[in-house]
T-cell receptor
Framework: NAGVTQTPKFQVLKTGQSMTLQCAQDMNHEYMSWYRQDPGMGLRLIHYSVGAGITDQGEVPNGYNVSRSTTEDFPLRLLSAAPSQTSVYFC????????????FGPGTRLTVT | KQEVTQIPAALSVPEGENLVLNCSFTDSAIYNLQWFRQDPGKGLTSLLLIQSSQREQTSGRLNASLDKSSGRSTLYIAASQPGDSATYLCAVKSNYQLIWGAGTKLIIKP
């Protein structure tokens, strides 16, 4: 049981490039989400999904796309990277309902130059 | 709109002391409240989850309480150790989303 996995761990992009951050979970969780964490800003929700085929925007969705074709995978796509997207990105998953805890991946540290 | 506040932003105490971290939230309509720990450059580790119907949860030297009516939760750490040094975050689950506090950076001095 690997939990929540993210790849890559580190990435450097040039402005305007696109890329996909990968996230997978093996706990059969319905809920998955992407956060970014910036110094002094706390965690901010980018996008989330409550099941395969269902996604919705969080607090800071601009510049990012997501899809959820399977329960296990929830990739985050940066369409045209900007220096403002330099951040640490965390993927999380949870079952739905009151009692389920959120489990986080180890994060991807992204730098856009 | 739910807002979560953690006070203090930073705390430094000698080893062995008992300490309390605070988390307050503005809307009492929550599903649960979760405390996390984050070490520098690392991901988040779940410490305790309190359901909305519960008053407290305990795990080892950690005890978390929840008072929905006053919009407050506390994380009590007994007999602190240098290994407890980390940033502690609380998050409130409303609908499908977690609303986060900014965290308390805790330093335990040997």
């Amino acid at each position: 049981n690997a939990g929540v996995t993210q790849t890559p761990k580190f990435q450097v992009l040039k402005t305007g490039q696109s890329m996909t951050l990968q996230c997978a979970q093996d706990m059969n969780h319905e809920y998955m989400s992407w956060y970014r964490q910036d110094p002094g800003m706390g965690l901010r929700l980018i996008h989330y999904s409550v099941g395969a085929g269902i996604t919705d925007q969080g607090e800071v969705p601009n510049g990012y796309n997501v899809s959820r074709s399977t329960t296990e995978d929830f990739p985050l796509r940066l369409l045209s990277a900007a220096p403002s997207q330099t951040s640490v990105y965390f993927c999380a998953s949870a079952g739905t309902g009151e009692i389920y805890e959120q489990y986080f991946g180890p994060g991807t540290r992204l730098t856009v130059t | 709109k739910q807002e979560v506040t953690q006070i203090p932003a930073a705390l430094s105490v000698p080893e062995g002391e008992n300490l309390v971290l605070n988390c307050s939230f503005t809307d009492s309509a929550i599903y649960n409240l979760q405390w996390f720990r984050q070490d520098p450059g690392k991901g988040l580790t779940s410490l305790l989850l309190i359901q909305s119907s519960q008053r407290e949860q305990t795990s080892g030297r950690l005890n978390a309480s929840l008072d929905k009516s006053s919009g407050r939760s506390t994380l009590y750490i007994a007999a602190s150790q240098p290994g407890d040094s980390a940033t502690y975050l609380c998050a409130v689950k409303s609908n499908y989303q977690l609303i986060w506090g900014a965290g308390t950076k805790l330093i335990i001095k040997p």
